[in-house]
Structure formats: structure tokens, C-alpha cells
């Protein structure tokens, strides 16, 4: 699986955007890019993922650049609940393969 | 539809017992991974099944560690002698297919410690 890179931390106001970078200069044509969260010492939470393109559902936006080597996931009116480590992780279509956690970034919504 | 069933969720043992999680995939999920969390550490992935089947267990400790999957019933990981550094909190996930396309959910976790 290809490596992910994220800043270790943000912060952002509630009510705003809370817009989160991924690169995954590495990632292969037929790996998927998926995002999760963690609050505190909760079990990992899925939040979207995609392939090609831009993804939306009731939690996120994801939004991948069109060469695929970085992407964003948007959630569009943080709240204080969305304070979590969130981890972009790339995952083969491969028989099964596994994801694979990093470091992820820790979201800090602050009132 | 339940989720990921874990349990017990909190388990305390002392050093050489023997401890045994187990976990219920979702209705209709027959793959299931294990994942262990040390404290302030990350996710790490231990193993991979499919109904009866081990089929990735490269994040498995070679010793005390194992893990089953029966055609009836839930997964079990089991951690024989104990020791301090076994505590963690081990989550489980299941997903409906082992395609890279299929979500993998995961239960809340166990957490073990080890006195």
C-alpha cells in the first residue's frame, strides 16, 4: 500500500470548514483512498473513500486531485464532536488487503 | 442491523492468565481483522481471517497469540501467559468482502490490562 502523509495537527473554529491534506504521491491506479477518525480512545470511525472521484456523503467531502497524489477531506461545518485523530489511509483493491494506520492528524475543534 | 460486537470490553488479568476476546462481525461479514492500540500509540494491524481460515497473520506476535475464526460463532483472539506489555486496547473489524473496495467497520474495542 502506498504511504500517506499528513500534518500531525490542526485546528479550526466550529461552525467553520475543517479542510484536512493527505498526500499519497505513490498511490497506484487501482488503490483506493480512505479516510477514518478516531475520537479519543473510541474504535476507528469510516468516514468516505474514493478512487478517482470526488466523493460526498452525509458525513465528509473527499476531494482527489486529478494526478491522485493528494487528496482533502471536508467536513463542512465542524463541531466540537468532530475533535479526532482522522487518518488518510491508501488500501489495494487487492484480495484482501488490510488497512494500514499512520499517524493521522489530530482535528482540534475549538469553540 | 448491529455493528461490531466486542466483547467483554474491559478485561483485567494477571501476569500469566490467559485472555480471551472475542468479536461478532456485522450480519453478513465473513472477514474479519484484528487490531491492537498500545497506550498513546498507534493502530497496528495483528491478523486477518475468513470463516475458518487464517489468511494474513503478519502483524501476529509469534508466541501466546492466536486467532480463530469458526464457521459458527465469533472470532476469538486469544493471548495465553500474559504479561504487562499485552495491555492494549484490541479492536476488531469485519467487512462483507475482501475486496479494497468493501468499508471495514469496526466494533469498539477491548481493553485489556494487565496487572
Known amino acids: 500500500d502506498a504511504k500517506t502523509t499528513q500534518p500531525p495537527s490542526m485546528d479550526c473554529a466550529e461552525g467553520r470548514a475543517a479542510n484536512l491534506p493527505c498526500n499519497h504521491s505513490?498511490?497506484?491506479?487501482?488503490?483506493?483512498v480512505y479516510w477514518y477518525r478516531q475520537i479519543h480512545s473510541q474504535g476507528p470511525q469510516y468516514i468516505i473513500h474514493?478512487?478517482?472521484n470526488n466523493e460526498t456523503n452525509e458525513m465528509a467531502s473527499l476531494i482527489i486531485t486529478e494526478d491522485r497524489k493528494s487528496s482533502t477531506l471536508i467536513l463542512p461545518h465542524a463541531t466540537l464532536r468532530d475533535t479526532a485523530v482522522y487518518y488518510c489511509?491508501?488500501?489495494?483493491?487487492?484480495?484482501?488487503?488490510?488497512?494500514?494506520f499512520g499517524e493521522g492528524t489530530q482535528l482540534t475543534v475549538n469553540p | 442491523n448491529a455493528g461490531v460486537m466486542q466483547n467483554p470490553r474491559h478485561l483485567v488479568r494477571r501476569r500469566g492468565q490467559e485472555a480471551r476476546l472475542r468479536c461478532s462481525p456485522m450480519?453478513?461479514?465473513?472477514?474479519v481483522y484484528w487490531y491492537r492500540q498500545l497506550p498513546e500509540e498507534g493502530l497496528k494491524f495483528m491478523v486477518y481471517?475468513?470463516?475458518?481460515?487464517?489468511?494474513?497473520e503478519s502483524g501476529m506476535p509469534k508466541e501466546r497469540f492466536s486467532a480463530e475464526f469458526p464457521k459458527e460463532g465469533p472470532s476469538i483472539l486469544r493471548i495465553q501467559q500474559v504479561v504487562r506489555g499485552d495491555s492494549a486496547a484490541y479492536f476488531c473489524?469485519?467487512?462483507?468482502?475482501?475486496?479494497?473496495?468493501?468499508?471495514?467497520?469496526f466494533g469498539a474495542g477491548s481493553r485489556l490490562t494487565v496487572l
Open positions: 450480519k453478513g461479514h465473513s472477514h
Open positions: 481471517l475468513q470463516k475458518e481460515n487464517i489468511i494474513d
Open positions: 474514493g478512487l478517482k
Open positions: 489511509i491508501v488500501r489495494a483493491e487487492t484480495s484482501g488487503s488490510r488497512l494500514t
Open positions: 505513490t498511490i497506484s491506479g487501482n488503490e483506493y
Open positions: 473489524a469485519s467487512s462483507l468482502s475482501n475486496s479494497g473496495a468493501n468499508v471495514l467497520t
